[in-house]
């Protein structure tokens, strides 16, 4: 199986803040990569798909890039709704695998 | 816009089987641009894929779990369903089912006596 790792495992920052969350697949998944932020008490929420495609609805602050292993997740400018976890997830080939998330909280 | 809703049990006994449905609305069920997928989240603990189904194909499960796991598709209800055997405290989570990228707000089941 693909093992995801994200870093860090969580992290503190400020609003306004610019963040950057790190995925690295332990083989090339291509580009089949998902970004997704769960808040406590609900499902998790598609952000970004095929590694860089914001998906719709979703504020342009966020944004994705990368390849083969190494991907990130950025966030420009930290809004006070965006605290939540965030994990990553492949879907190149089976079983489907998920990062073990990064909680981002307020500092 | 693609809505999913799951329902079951919230409590099973150790040992039996966990039944869930996923009730979909919005979009085609027979969509072939869809799999059809089941996750959870045990508490505090991060996302576990269990598996997922095409509309017109196999199944296909997490190797941890594949020996007691059963997904299948209702098209006539716009339903899949769930079952997995044996269960055990360990199995106790939230579960979420989804298509593609979008999750249900998940089920909460307890396994205990």
């Known amino acids: 199986a693909i093992q995801l790792t994200q870093s860090p495992s969580s992290l503190s920052a400020s609003v306004g803040d610019r963040v950057t969350i790190t995925c690295r697949a332990s083989?090339?998944?291509?580009?089949?990569l998902v970004w997704y932020q769960q808040k406590p008490g609900k499902g998790p929420k598609v952000l970004i798909y095929d590694v860089s495609s914001l998906e719709s609805g979703v504020p342009s602050r966020f944004s994705g890039s990368g390849s083969g292993t190494d991907f990130t997740l950025t966030i420009s400018s930290l809004q006070p709704e965006d605290f939540a976890t965030y994990y990553c997830q492949q879907f190149n080939s089976y079983p489907i695998t998920f990062g073990q998330g990064t909680r981002l909280e307020i500092k | 816009q693609l809505q999913l809703q799951e329902s079951g049990p919230g409590l099973v006994k150790p040992s039996e089987t966990l039944s869930l449905t996923c009730t979909v609305s919005g979009d085609s069920f027979s969509s072939n641009n869809y799999y059809w997928g089941w996750i959870r989240q045990p508490p505090g603990k991060g996302l576990e894929w269990i598996g997922s189904?095409?509309?017109?194909?196999?199944?296909y499960y997490n190797p941890s779990l594949k020996s007691r796991v059963t997904i299948s598709v209702d098209t006539s209800k716009n339903q899949f369903s769930l079952k997995m055997m044996s269960v055990t405290a360990a199995d106790t989570a939230v579960y979420y089912c989804g298509a593609g990228t979008t999750w249900g707000q998940g089920t909460l089941v307890i396994v205990s006596s």
């Open positions: 083989q090339d998944i291509g580009s089949a």
């Open positions: 189904i095409y509309y017109s194909g196999s199944p």
